[in-house]
């Protein structure tokens, strides 16, 4: 995939009870559907229907994977590798992750950067958990007067951890978009 990645860390495995309720807001904002497995969605995400404005003359349509992972639904590997090397998040969030849900853009315009976004800040609604962004030189001071914002690492990679609120607050604000 070539866009933007957001990751939605949590504290324990999902109930299949929200699973459901998770494809079911992917399927209501979904022009194509694609269940993998259960947790794991290939889409095409209708941009309007999440509140994005102003596209331009792209299509709205725009395509993505949402996948479920850690230990018991799958890709326990590469939840375990994307974890591997960064920090201990437990003092930063509240708790060290054991599942996430990672929200992958198949493009990579502005209208990408915005639909992960608000994609990432509408399954947050259903699943909990707080999201993780790395960011740009020069985006810490942007960010750190939002609304949502957790906590911010200043390594090689600045990353913030926020709230769904954060996410629709970063994605309003001239010139937005994600690092990857």
Not at 53 to 77: C, H, Q, T, Y
């Amino acid at each position: 995939m070539a866009g933007p990645v957001l990751v939605i860390e949590l504290p324990e495995a999902l109930p299949g009870a929200v699973v459901k309720q998770l494809r079911d807001l992917l399927v209501g904002t979904s022009a194509w559907f694609e269940e993998k497995r259960p947790g794991e969605y290939d889409i095409n995400v209708i941009a309007d229907r999440l509140g994005v404005m102003n596209s331009g003359d792209v299509d709205k349509r725009r395509p993505f994977l949402v996948s479920v992972m850690g230990p018991g639904i799958g890709d326990a590997e590469i939840f375990e590798g994307e974890h591997a090397d960064g920090p201990d998040l437990a003092p930063l969030i509240g708790f060290r992750p054991t599942h996430a849900v990672d929200v992958i853009a198949g493009c990579n315009s502005q209208i990408d950067h915005i639909t992960t976004a608000l994609l990432t800040a509408s399954i947050m609604d259903v699943v909990g958990g707080v999201a993780s962004a790395e960011l740009w030189d020069g985006q810490m001071t942007v960010v750190a007067g939002l609304p949502g914002v957790l906590a911010m690492t200043d390594e090689s990679w600045p990353t913030v951890f926020a709230t769904a609120e954060f996410l629709r607050a970063w994605a309003a604000q001239p010139g937005f978009r994600l690092l990857k």
